[in-house]
């Protein structure tokens, strides 16, 4: 006989003596639950680790649970160390120490996790490990940029690398679980959660979601160096109403498949370990108590086998939002609907119980909420060591190690826009006298965005005044704040327009707090906050250059800066070594390769605004100077500020016209589509290769435009390169009105360019 068998039937027969005895003393002893339920001694560590033995040993450990305990593997508390939200109770300890909470948040260090595992597993019955979850969004120790500047990288390997950066540290502090990645679409820039998402496109976000679970997750679970992804927020939380965190959502089924599905579906397929619900509603139902997003279309469509988390207290808002009379009743919603694990709302803790014993709740569901959740604790290998992320001395070798921070600069540099250039004013001499100027110059502490994690605020993270002093050229430099980020003061600009008098070329330093973008930080007025555009206004009356380096979490409005500075390199909040990739990029030390995921609107009103909109009956005609009686404004273009794809470079590219293999493609075929590119310029540069597609007839509407490939090309000056795309029916598929996700045949026209407003286009058809 196999030993791998005769192990497992040992093991089992183990169990089945410990249900034995416990049935005996069950029998035999008084009292309450304590005696009832005696410590168990159990051999983890003799139970093995591959799946299929896993899948045995997780039944055999639920069978001899009690339901108190099976419950405590759902509830989920935060330590406190990190407020992310409203505390609700702080007798997480008192909990824990009686087996009734799975999972904390917010603990974190090696040397704290060690502490509040020994609770759980040495003064608990059965001792069963706790899971610990943190918000690594960008990064744990070593900050990379927030996640929608990154985005702007379009470079899916490097944002994998960092993902794993971003694992390799955080579990070295004792987590196995992080809150990420953000895959939400999001085309409203007033929404302050823009910044930790990958924009507003839907085939960018899929392969983004993809790159950043595989980043995190690695290749096995059971490496020490990775730790379990949580996509979220699902779903349509970017679709939040008037931008306004928290608001409510709307839409019809094809929008919510064909628009805010897909990146989730992307991370289901790169295996990612866990859900979190959204708090917003969608048509009328919360997302915490939505049997059709969790039980019909994620684990029924998708097959997806891992668990579903809510977000912070989203179970109990549900009362808020009218779906629930009240807590007991949310709590009733959310189990049967398919949620696992309550996130701080104490709901199943409290709740559960009783509506299993009133046949609300089925046992047999908390059992399969349960069983989701020690299959994870024993993939990541906590049953045979629960201590093994909690590990001091490579805490401290990990964490800021020189080759991530290498990889940080090299993030942030290829994050970073170039989004005006006028005169060639960039890039930068190092000759040249420079007037640093603005409230963010010398910042170390706004320059991580939010959701920095444990990225330390002062005295890692670079900035550009640093950058500046690191690059050897500080005597040619000199400095005035000129404002705060927000404030109405007006003091500094006096200082500041005479450091700019005495300069060959200025250099502004503006943008938004860490505050300003983020949960929690939706705004209507999308401007440069405060008085910074004034100081812009002040410091032109100088006549010397400008060039504006904006950090910022969210596109803003800016027509008025774009008409008044010579250059506008957009930086994003770029990270720890954010300040010196700002002043590689501004010598040229790195030539300027990013590109926007998100359209930048020429003002509020516009909002929300994308590229891939619908068209209308009476759509505008660029080629008409009568636009009477159009979809048009009157007081500004239709043509968003800068759009999505956008970004120049410190050399140019020409491209030629668009060939095709084929015109005509069935349904098993496959056409290629081809452009050669050639660096027209004098220096070396990246250029991102975007196609595009258009369905020009459909059994509903099609979008003007559709992503649907790119390539990211390096080119010596002179030299050019063919660049290949395939494309199939697989690549045209949408829902149709029959709700099949199908493609359908017809006339498509096909673009290849710098932007999604490139015209360079031709045609094909689809044929049965």
């Known amino acids: 006989m196999n030993k791998n068998i005769i192990t497992e039937k040992n093991s089992i027969l183990s169990v089945c003596a410990i249900l034995l005895a416990f049935a005996t003393y069950a029998q035999t002893s008084g009292g309450g639950t304590e005696r009832l339920l005696p410590k168990l001694e159990i051999d983890y560590d003799s139970w093995g680790s591959n799946e299929s033995a896993i899948q045995k040993k997780v039944d055999s450990l639920l069978s001899i649970m009690s339901l108190e305990e099976k419950i405590g593997q759902t509830v989920l508390y935060s330590s406190g160390w990190t407020v992310t939200g409203p505390t609700l109770d702080e007798n997480y300890t008192d909990y824990l120490k009686k087996g009734m909470v799975g999972a904390l948040f917010n603990a974190k260090s090696a040397n704290y996790t060690r502490e509040m595992q020994k609770i759980a597993v040495e003064n608990t019955r059965l001792g069963i490990p706790l899971l610990f979850g943190y918000d690594v969004i960008h990064g744990y120790k070593t900050i990379f940029p927030i996640p929608l500047g990154e985005a702007a990288s379009w470079d899916l390997e490097l944002m994998e690398k960092t993902a794993a950066i971003a694992a390799a540290e955080a579990s070295a502090a004792g987590l196995h679980w992080t809150y990420a990645p953000m895959v939400d679409v999001a085309r409203d820039a007033r929404w302050g959660r823009i910044s930790e998402g990958s924009g507003e496109d839907v085939f960018l976000g899929s392969a983004i979601a993809k790159a950043r679970v595989k980043g995190l997750q690695g290749k096995d679970l059971f490496d020490v160096n990775t ?50 619900t959204s708090f917003n509603e969608i048509s009328g139902i919360p997302s915490s108590g939505n049997d059709f997003l969790l039980d019909d279309v994620l684990r029924g469509e998708w097959g997806f086998d891992g668990f579903v988390v809510t977000d912070y207290t989203s179970i109990n808002e549900m009362v808020a939002h009218g779906f629930s009379t009240d807590d007991k009743h949310a709590g009733e919603q959310a189990m049967n609907a398919g949620v696992d694990m309550d996130m701080q709302g104490g709901i199943f803790l409290n709740h559960l119980k009783p509506l299993v014993e009133e046949a609300k709740v089925s046992e047999e569901r908390i059992n399969e ?43 942030a540099s290829k994050s970073m826009v170039l989004l005006k250039n006028e005169n060639k004013t960039l890039p930068l001499k190092k000759t040249a006298k420079i007037a640093l100027i ?38 040619n430099i000199t400095y005035a704040k000129g404002c705060e980020i927000d404030s109405d003061s007006k003091e500094g600009f006096k200082e500041a327009l005479e450091v700019a008098k005495k300069s060959d070329v200025v250099v502004m330093v503006l943008g938004e707090s860490e505050h300003m973008s983020g949960e929690a930080a939706s705004r209507t007025n999308i401007d440069l906050p405060g008085v910074q555009r004034d100081l812009i206004t002040e410091i032109k009356k100088s006549g010397k250059p400008i060039i504006l380096v904006l950090m910022n979490g969210r596109p803003l409005t800016l027509e008025y800066e774009s008409r008044t500075v010579d250059a506008i390199l957009e930086a994003w909040q770029p990270g720890t070594m954010g300040g010196a990739a700002i002043v590689d990029n501004l010598f040229g030390v790195h030539n300027p390769s990013g590109k926007l995921p998100v359209t930048f609107p020429r003002n509020v009103g516009q909002i929300p605004i994308y590229y891939n909109m619908k068209n209308t009956g009476r759509p505008i005609d660029p080629n008409s100077p009568n636009q009477d009686y159009r979809s048009n404004y009157i007081d500004a273009p239709n043509t968003p500020l800068y759009p999505f794809g956008y970004g120049l470079s410190y050399t140019e590219f020409s491209y030629s016209k668009v060939s095709l293999d084929k015109n005509k493609i069935g349904f098993d075929e496959s056409l290629k589509a081809s452009v050669t590119v050639k660096n027209t310029g004098r220096v070396a540069g990246e250029e991102i290769v975007q196609l595009y597609i258009r369905d020009l007839v459909g059994s509903v509407t099609r979008p003007v435009k559709e992503l649907k490939g790119f ?6 000056p002179g030299q050019e390169q063919t660049v290949e795309f395939a494309i ?37 058809e689809l044929i049965k």
């Open 728 to 764: 199939s029916s697989k690549d045209l598929r949408f829902y149709n009105r029959q709700m099949d996700f199908t493609a359908e045949p017809g006339d498509f026209e096909l673009f290849i360019g710098t932007n999604s407003d490139t015209g360079n286009k031709t045609s094909f």
């Open 369 to 411: 909420a349960a069983r989701k959740i020690l299959l994870m604790k024993y993939r990541l290998g906590l049953f045979e060591d629960p201590y093994r992320y909690s590990d001091e001395v490579r805490e401290e070798e990990t964490i800021y190690k020189d080759e991530y921070l290498v990889v940080a600069k090299e993030a």
């Open 438 to 475: 603005g409230p963010l110059a010398k910042d170390e502490a706004h320059i991580l965005g939010s959701w920095a994690a444990e990225g330390d605020r002062q005295g890692k993270a670079i900035s550009v005044y640093e950058g500046l002093e690191n690059m050897g050229i500080l005597g």
């Open 711 to 716: 390539k990211k090309i390096r080119l010596e």
């Open 227 to 276: 730790i379990l992804a949580c996509v979220k927020h699902y779903a349509a939380y970017g679709a939040a109403q008037a931008g306004r965190d928290y608001h409510s959502v709307d839409m019809s089924e094809r929008e919510l498949r064909d628009s805010y599905l897909p990146p989730f579906i992307a991370a289901t397929e790169a295996g990612v370990a866990t859900f979190m």
